[in-house]
């Protein structure tokens, strides 16, 4: 399951601090499987530690469009 190996890849590298490589293995999830929001809710989530709120804002509602009713607070806290 090469979206969830990135997928998780991701997260490992978010958890341990590294910003970075999080954007690509998300992205890289987001390609194979574009229909699952919890891959742009984490690559939002990577966007907003690195002070990108253009693209966590872009990322959220990717999310919420795709079925996320979950991230009203924090669309409401940066998305206005």
Request: hydrophobic residues 30%.
């Amino acid at each position: 399951n090469y979206e969830k190996v990135n997928y998780n890849l991701g997260i490992i590298y978010f958890k341990i601090g590294d910003y970075k490589n999080p954007l690509t293995y998300f992205g890289r999830a987001i390609k194979n499987i574009p229909s699952d929001p919890d891959y742009y809710v984490n690559r939002a989530l990577t966007k907003l530690s690195m002070n990108d709120t253009i693209g966590l804002c872009i990322d959220l509602n990717k999310a919420r469009s795709l079925g996320d009713s979950t991230l009203s607070d924090l669309l409401n806290q940066y998305c206005q």
